[in-house]
């Protein structure tokens, strides 16, 4: 985590990938009893503790601080599924440590939150994720500069991020 | 979409620079204060007789209650910033409360009873009313957007702290031109000024510190 908010994108791309098996783990659990797809939570969180990445303090256990944003992205899905849950750190934490087995991991709600965002966003977002391509690639198969690239794709996170919340209010 | 496609995508935008929120809250801190000690320097400046009120106790009161509800207020903002939720550390806002119960408790005995009503109604009420809240309005907007790119565990007690921040700085502001010095008259209305601020940024918080 220390090195990924230095800018190291392997880094940080590891950490997501290992988090990423653990809170499947911790979600899925809860997630299925109530109903919910547990991989478009999985992806919420993952996409709130990348823009959140700023929240967490240096030098102290990302753990904790993972499970916290888990919690509170799970009550949130809740809500919107009309339901409240209340859900202690203590227990998503435990499971962020247990075992499980496999799953789907594709997701509806982040494919839905793609429609709302601007084609530029859309496409460049696409080109990253889907593609693969690096920022450098994009900029040149988009015809964008990189820095645009870069601009384009952190604001489409941040409107994905805000479709996720608005879709609950409107709720 | 799959989620290893979504990881690159997040992963690409880390190359960004990334502020702490405890630096963008305390650069917001500090532009917030900034702003209201120059409105009140152009709109009100200091008492005419504000060396002379140092040595008295009531002045000084009302001056360290709200610094201290400030500061005090101030240690939790990086607190409630956060996701992770921490409800017993709210302790340290009993304070400045405290502080000004001990003001009145000594005024109560020291003056008698028909002097009461004339200090707590005292000459300025209503300014104190609209003032306090207007000199909280800069710190209190420059907290949100600082507190917009944090993640709160309860964006409205989030609201309530950035509150009380502000209507602390507000109030601290306002003592210094304002010529009730009795902690009676601090104790209403100051408290009441404060609460109103505290109020709207809680409705606030709950509204605009989602995420």
């Known amino acids: 985590m220390e090195q990924s908010l230095e800018g190291d994108c392997a880094a940080y791309n590891r950490l997501l990938v290992l988090l990423t098996s653990a809170l499947r783990r911790a979600v899925r659990a809860r997630a299925l009893t109530v109903g919910l797809d547990a991989e478009d939570v999985v992806q919420e969180v993952l996409l709130a503790l990348h823009l959140k990445r700023n929240t967490w303090i240096r030098g102290t256990p ?25 859900i202690s750190i203590d227990s998503v934490g435990d499971t962020l440590r247990s075992d499980a087995g496999d799953f789907d991991d594709r997701s509806h709600d982040l494919e839905r939150g793609l429609a709302g965002l601007t084609d530029r966003q859309r496409q460049v977002l696409r080109a990253v994720s889907l593609e693969g391509w690096t920022a450098r690639e994009a900029a040149l198969r988009l015809d964008m500069t990189e820095v645009a690239v870069r601009v384009t794709l952190h604001r489409g996170l941040k409107s994905l991020a805000a479709l996720f919340r608005k879709d609950q209010h409107e709720d | 979409m799959k989620t290893e496609a979504l990881i690159r995508a997040l992963a690409l935008d880390a190359g960004r620079p990334v502020v702490s929120i405890g630096r963008l809250v305390a650069t917001a801190l500090l532009i917030g204060a900034a702003a209201s000690l120059l409105l009140f320097m152009l709109l009100l400046q200091p008492r005419p007789d504000i060396a002379a009120a140092f040595y008295s106790a009531g002045f000084c009161l009302k001056v360290a209650a709200s610094a201290c509800l400030a500061l005090t207020a101030g240690t939790l903002l990086g607190v409630v910033a956060r996701p992770m939720s921490r409800g017993r550390s709210l302790g340290v806002l009993t304070l400045a409360p405290s502080l000004l119960a001990v003001g009145v408790a000594v005024e109560l005995l020291a003056l008698p009873g028909d002097t009461w009503h004339a200090r707590l109604i005292g000459h300025n009420a209503p300014h104190c009313l609209a003032l306090i809240p207007l000199l909280s309005a800069a710190p209190a907007v420059c907290l949100f957007v600082a507190l917009r790119r944090a993640a709160p565990a309860r964006p409205g007690l989030a609201g309530v702290i950035v509150g009380l921040v502000a209507g602390g700085i507000g109030a601290f502001l306002y003592a210094l031109t304002c ?31 989602r995420w």
């Open chain 2, 179 to 209: 010529p009730d010095d009795s902690p009676l008259f601090v104790a209403a209305w100051y408290s009441f000024a404060i609460i109103i601020v505290t109020g709207a940024c809680f409705i606030a918080g709950r509204r605009w510190l």
């Open chain 1, 62 to 86: 990302v753990a904790p601080w993972v499970a916290a944003i888990a919690r509170n992205k799970l009550v949130d899905a809740h809500r919107r599924r009309g339901r409240r849950l209340e």
